[in-house]
């Protein structure tokens, strides 16, 4: 069976998209709704599921890699690869948790594998998802976007997860493969080290 798989940068217009983070307890019955549905070979089901966590997964993507270009690929690969496992997955929950996680080590493999010297890379604020929380201070927020660039592919995954995601270490942990101490130790080297270029630079709050 071939699956076309809705691009999660195009905007849904009269679709039905689902406002993202925004999944109470209506949203995750209507997940799970369209989950049985995907796994009964619904399309149409599994394209509502897409819609429901593009923009989230989409945003994970950007502000790990700092490319459009790259964020595009690696999530509509992980939606492919939900699709590919979807009997593995058991409630909507588990959808997000296994969208982050694919997304995620993506992103991660394929920063490694750049193995360039490092380079900043300004993410495109006209084309940033729907849902992505700026700071109160815009220049700031786009200083620290580009400063979550320099960190590291796992730090930079954590910081991400912890603070745009909101998830807790032993979430994070599960998501990376990561033990909880060294999700912690990221955590904490990675926001000395941004509250040091924020002093730095002068932009106390």
Do not use: Y
């Amino acid at each position: 069976m071939s699956l076309q798989v809705i691009s999660p940068f195009e905007t849904p217009g009269d679709q039905g998209a689902l406002p993202p983070a925004a999944l109470g307890l209506q949203g995750a019955a209507a997940v799970a709704d369209d989950l049985a549905a995907a796994q009964r070979g619904d399309n149409l089901a599994f394209a509502r599921l897409i819609r429901a966590h593009q923009s989230r997964v989409f945003s994970v993507a950007l502000r790990l890699t700092g490319s459009r270009e790259d964020a595009e690929e690696l999530a509509q690969d992980a939606f492919v690869q939900l699709h590919a496992a979807l009997a593995q997955v058991t409630g909507p929950a588990h959808v997000l948790h296994w969208l982050l996680r694919t997304v995620s080590h993506r992103s991660i493999d394929r920063l490694r594998a750049r193995e360039r010297a490092p380079r900043l890379v300004q993410i495109d604020a006209d084309h940033e998802p729907a849902g992505c929380d700026n700071a109160t201070d815009p220049l700031w927020a786009r200083r620290l976007q580009r400063l979550l660039l320099q960190l590291p592919a796992a730090p930079r995954a954590v910081v991400t997860l912890r603070f745009q995601e909101d998830l807790e270490p032993t979430e994070i942990a599960a998501a990376l493969d990561m033990p909880v101490n060294t999700v912690k130790s990221h955590l904490r080297r990675s926001l000395e080290w941004l509250r040091a270029q924020q002093a730095g630079d002068g932009h106390g709050h």
